[in-house]
């Protein structure tokens, strides 16, 4: 059977020790991979278990022997050479993404820039790393270095195939760790190739390994004693799930979940900029971002601006090119996003924009148009729940302190951004914000390297404060304080002033 680029339906393995290897049971248990374009078959993902998971641990402990005793400088050479992989092959990557998740090609090939920018940002930790060193007192030193801390693992979701693995993967290995990845099961391809790129570019055997899976895979994970920090990205559910399973064995752990990313518009924005932004913050990826618009809060009324947002959410077109809106990754996720639609229908919301009409249009595979639906009820659970697909939910509060309240009362905390042209607006929404990552007339305030990304409440769980830049450099290393004291006493007297 083929995918749309002629993709055969193959049947994956795992990537240990630098040699793909099927996984051990016998019979191995395939769960199959689809195209959300038709929802046809392209490949079968192996559902590793435990056993899998152990031999990728020793590969891993062995290949840190050596990895890790190489310096800094050493290591990232691996990187540039990887970082420059990554762009000869954007092309065929990208290809990879948009027939396995369903991105159009210009969002595949924007995610692979966004993971180079952490490829970059790991080069460049010889310039970051170098630790600290100061007289403490009269001829005691006291100096401060970080350390690896030996295997470690990234379990990822599906929405973005290289980007979020990308979060971790750079930093970890730089930094001297040798990783175990846990692709997402429905999009396996993408780092199925990255894998052997990683070997091209120079990076041992065993520095990274692939173990495809589920659930088992992940619980092997978190349960191993010899891996000694886990990186998760995926539902608040699982990471919740994640974290407490580490926090048994007193792992580290930085898990982070999912999100309601509310956007504010004051009365004085500017329609033209906020309306596109808007629109391309909840409709881009088909929604499937972490870190989209899913809840707009117009203070007043401003109906130049809704009729704005209806137009240009209409306008959009679906397929894979840029600029169109490509499917939902599975039947799933449609039905759980149909069921939101019809739910805040029932309720007496307006749907001013209604995607179902491209599910029925389209005889195969997951789509669902952008929707916009005003709501007139507070407790419509679409305007709650985390519904990850191209749905924008509005509610017209009377004031800012009421679209502050209901920002302030969701219990995720990823993004939240306010439109308005006045600064003393932004202010004082960005002051009372409950969420880590904000904007001031930007749909996706995703901090760009060097700076550091992560939630907070229930879009972040366990001990960690950030995946990226400074904030992955502290969870992937310890800290090593030295103090010292060469008392005069053993110096050679010839020496001695
Ligand atoms: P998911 O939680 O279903 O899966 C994530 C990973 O966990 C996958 O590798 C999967 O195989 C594994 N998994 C699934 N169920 C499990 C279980 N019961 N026990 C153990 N492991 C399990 O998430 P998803 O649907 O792949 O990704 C979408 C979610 O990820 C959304 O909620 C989105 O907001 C979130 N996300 C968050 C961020 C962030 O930075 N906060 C970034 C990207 C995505």
């Keep these: 059977m083929s995918g749309l680029n002629g993709e055969s339906s193959r049947i994956l393995q795992n990537f240990i020790g630098g040699e793909y290897v099927d996984s051990i049971q016998t019979p191995c248990k395939y769960i199959p991979v689809t195209t959300p374009h038709t929802g046809e ?129 750079p930093i970890a290995i730089a930094t001297g760790n040798t990783l175990i990845l846990k692709p997402s099961e429905k999009v396996p391809l993408t780092m199925y190739r990255i894998v052997s790129l990683l070997k091209e570019a120079g990076v041992p055997d ?33 990471a919740n799930l994640v974290m407490e399973r580490c926090h048994k064995l007193g792992k580290r752990v930085l898990a982070l979940g999912g999100a309601k990313n509310h956007l504010i518009a004051s009365p004085d924005c500017n329609v033209e900029t906020t309306s596109t932004d808007v629109v391309n913050s909840f409709s881009g990826c088909a929604g499937q971002r972490c870190m989209a618009a899913s809840v707009l809060l117009i203070i007043g009324s401003q109906p130049e601006l809704l009729e704005r947002i209806t137009d240009k959410a209409m306008a959009l077109k679906s397929g894979s090119k840029s600029g169109e809106v490509g499917p939902v990754i599975d039947k799933a996720s449609l039905d759980k996003i149909t069921s939101y639609i019809e739910a805040s229908e029932h309720g007496g919301a307006n749907i001013l924009v209604d995607g179902r009409s491209w599910t029925k249009s389209h005889t195969k595979g997951f789509w669902i148009g952008p929707t916009v639906i005003f709501h007139k009820n507070k ?24 679209a502050i309240e209901i920002e302030n009362n969701n219990p995720y905390g990823n993004a939240a951004c306010v439109y308005t042209t006045t600064g ?3 202010e004082w929404f960005i002051k009372r914000f409950n969420a880590a990552m904000c904007g001031v007339n930007i749909g996706v305030p995703v ?20 995946i990226t830049g400074d904030g992955g450099v ?13 008392g005069q006493e053993n110096l050679d007297p010839k020496l001695k002033m």
């Design 379 to 402: 407790e419509d659970k679409a305007l709650h729940d985390e519904i990850f697909g191209p749905v924008l939910s509005i509610y017209q509060c009377s004031s800012k302190e009421e």
């Design 206 to 238: 065993g520095v990274v390994n692939l173990v495809n899976g589920t659930v088992d895979a992940v619980n092997a994970i978190c349960d191993h004693p010899d891996i000694k920090a886990v990186t998760f990205v995926g539902t608040s559910q699982v």
């Design 41 to 169: 078959v392209i490949a079968q993902c192996p559902i590793s278990t435990a056993e899998d998971v152990e031999k990728a641990v020793e590969a891993a402990k062995e290949a840190y022997k050596s990895w890790s005793a190489r310096t800094v400088k050493d290591r990232v050479q691996t990187l540039f050479r990887f970082h420059n992989l990554l762009h000869t092959h954007i092309d065929e990557l990208a290809d990879l993404i948009v027939l396995e998740h369903g991105k159009n090609k210009a969002e595949a090939i924007a995610s692979i820039a966004k993971g180079a920018e952490t490829v970059e940002y790991a080069t460049s930790l010889p310039q970051l790393i170098q630790g600290k060193i100061l007289d403490v007192s009269k001829g005691v030193t006291c100096n401060d270095t970080r350390v690896p801390l030996g295997v470690v693992a990234s379990i990822v979701p599906f929405n973005f195939p290289i980007m979020v693995p990308m979060w971790s993967l």
């Design 424 to 426: 003393a607006t932004a």
């Design 474 to 486: 502290e969870f992937f290393t310890w800290r090593r304080k030295v103090t010292t004291r060469w």
């Design 447 to 466: 901090p760009r390297e060097p700076f550091s990304f992560g939630g907070i409440n229930r879009s972040k769980f366990g001990n960690f404060v950030d």
